[in-house]
C-alpha cells in the first residue's frame, strides 16, 4: 500500500514537547502569568508542540477543540500515538488501540492536526513483517483529515535498507533522533522530516551552543527545500526524491529548562 499525502506549501515547525512543566514559570512563562493562559503564550512564541500525554490517556474532542482556539491559525500540534498500540508483541494486532485513537477526537484540531508520532521502546527490535503489518494499519485519511505519520525506533536493528524501504513503501516519516545513546537514522522516507533533538545543555541560555542553532538552520533549510544534510546518518545510499518538504523540529526531554529557549532561537534564524 503507496500512500501520498500533498500540501501546498512548504514550512518549518519548531517547538518542543507539552506546555505543562513548572520549571518554566518565571523562566518561559512571565512570572505571574495564569496557568490557563500558558497554551497561548506557548502558541505565540513556538510554532509547534509535540504532545505527550496522548501517549499515556485518551483525550476528548472537546479538549482538542479547545486546544485548537487557544494558539493562532498557523501553528500545529504533533501527537504522540497511545502506548497500548506500540507496546506490544504483536503490532499488527494494534488495529483496535489505533481506531480508538483516532477516533478520540484528534481531527478537531482541523488544519492545526500536525504528524501522528508513534514511539517504540529501546527492546522492539527490527522485524520486516511485524513493522509492515503495523504500517498498514495506518491511515493517509481519517474524518476528510489526511493524516502524517512518523515513528521513532530505539534500536539498531533497524539500521538496514528494508526498514527504510519500508517507511517509503508507506509515506512514513522516520524521526531523527539527535540523542547520546538512541539510534539515528537520518534517511528521508515520506513528504515531510520530523527530527527530535536532545542534547542539550541547561548551563546554556539557549540550551544549545550558537553554532549547533546554525547548524540545525541550515538543515532545516535543506529538508525544506528537499534535500538531504550529508552530515548526519543515513541507512540506505538511495535517495528519496528531490521535493520540497514539510519540517518539523522539536527540542525534548535534556536541558527541558532552556528547551523553549533553543526552539525560539531556531525559529528567529529560520525567519
Same mark, same amino acid.
Given at each position: 500500500?503507496?500512500?501520498?499525502? %500533498?500540501?501546498?506549501?512548504? &514550512?518549518?515547525?519548531? #517547538?518542543? $514537547?507539552? +506546555? %505543562?512543566?513548572?520549571? +518554566?514559570? $518565571? /523562566?518561559?512563562?512571565?512570572?505571574?502569568?495564569?496557568?490557563? &493562559?500558558?497554551l497561548t503564550y506557548? #502558541?505565540?512564541?513556538?510554532?509547534?508542540?509535540?504532545?505527550?500525554?496522548?501517549?499515556?490517556?485518551?483525550?476528548?474532542?472537546?479538549?482538542?477543540?479547545?486546544?485548537?482556539?487557544? /494558539?493562532?491559525?498557523?501553528?500545529?500540534?504533533?501527537?504522540? #500515538?497511545?502506548?497500548?498500540?506500540?507496546?506490544?508483541?504483536?503490532?499488527?494486532?494494534?488495529?483496535?488501540?489505533?481506531?480508538?485513537?483516532? =477516533?478520540?477526537?484528534?481531527?478537531?484540531? $482541523?488544519?492545526?492536526?500536525?504528524?501522528?508520532?508513534?514511539?517504540?521502546?529501546? @527492546?522492539? &527490535?527490527?522485524?520486516?513483517?511485524?513493522?509492515?503489518?503495523?504500517?498498514?494499519?495506518?491511515?493517509?485519511?481519517? =474524518?476528510? @483529515? #489526511?493524516?502524517? @505519520?512518523?515513528?521513532?525506533?530505539?534500536?539498531?536493528?533497524?539500521? %538496514?535498507?528494508?526498514?527504510?524501504?519500508?517507511?517509503?513503501?508507506?509515506?512514513?516519516?522516520?524521526?531523527?533522533?539527535?540523542?547520546?545513546?538512541?539510534?539515528?537514522?537520518?534517511?528521508?522516507?515520506?513528504?515531510?522530516?520530523?527530527?527530535?533533538?536532545?542534547?542539550?545543555?541547561?548551563?546554556?541560555?539557549?540550551?544549545?551552543?550558537?553554532?549547533?542553532? =546554525?547548524?540545525?538552520?541550515?538543515?532545516?533549510q535543506i529538508w525544506?527545500? $528537499?534535500?538531504?544534510?550529508?552530515?548526519?546518518?543515513?541507512? =540506505?545510499?538511495?535517495?528519496?526524491?528531490?521535493?520540497?518538504?514539510?519540517?518539523?523540529?522539536?527540542?525534548?526531554?535534556?536541558?527541558?529548562?532552556?528547551?523553549?529557549?533553543?526552539?525560539?532561537?531556531?525559529?528567529?534564524?529560520?525567519?
Amino acid at each position: 500500500m503507496t500512500k501520498t499525502l %500533498t500540501k501546498p506549501y512548504v &514550512k518549518a515547525y519548531v #517547538g518542543v $514537547g507539552g +506546555w %505543562t512543566y513548572e520549571p +518554566w514559570r $518565571g /523562566v518561559f512563562y512571565p512570572k505571574g502569568l495564569p496557568h490557563s &493562559k500558558e497554551l497561548t503564550y506557548a #502558541g505565540e512564541q513556538l510554532t509547534s508542540i509535540e504532545v505527550n500525554g496522548t501517549f499515556y490517556s485518551t483525550q476528548s474532542p472537546k479538549t482538542y477543540r479547545k486546544w485548537a482556539s487557544e /494558539v493562532p491559525d498557523d501553528f500545529v500540534f504533533s501527537l504522540k #500515538g497511545p502506548r497500548y498500540a506500540v507496546n506490544r508483541r504483536v503490532l499488527a494486532e494494534a488495529g483496535d488501540s489505533i481506531k480508538r485513537f483516532l =477516533d478520540s477526537g484528534i481531527t478537531e484540531l $482541523g488544519p492545526k492536526l500536525g504528524p501522528l508520532l508513534w514511539q517504540f521502546a529501546p @527492546h522492539k &527490535k527490527f522485524d520486516e513483517k511485524d513493522f509492515g503489518g503495523f504500517l498498514d494499519l495506518l491511515p493517509d485519511k481519517f =474524518d476528510g @483529515h #489526511g493524516l502524517r @505519520h512518523v515513528i521513532e525506533v530505539r534500536n539498531d536493528t533497524f539500521k %538496514t535498507p528494508a526498514f527504510i524501504a519500508l517507511a517509503r513503501q508507506h509515506n512514513v516519516a522516520i524521526c531523527y533522533a539527535e540523542h547520546d545513546t538512541y539510534t539515528e537514522i537520518a534517511d528521508i522516507t515520506a513528504d515531510f522530516v520530523y527530527a527530535r533533538l536532545q542534547k542539550g545543555d541547561e548551563k546554556l541560555k539557549a540550551g544549545y551552543p550558537p553554532k549547533a542553532l =546554525d547548524a540545525w538552520a541550515k538543515r532545516a533549510q535543506i529538508w525544506a527545500k $528537499g534535500g538531504a544534510p550529508a552530515d548526519l546518518p543515513h541507512i =540506505d545510499k538511495t535517495s528519496a526524491p528531490k521535493q520540497p518538504r514539510d519540517v518539523f523540529i522539536y527540542f525534548i526531554h535534556e536541558a527541558k529548562l532552556r528547551a523553549p529557549a533553543a526552539a525560539m532561537a531556531l525559529i528567529e534564524r529560520l525567519t
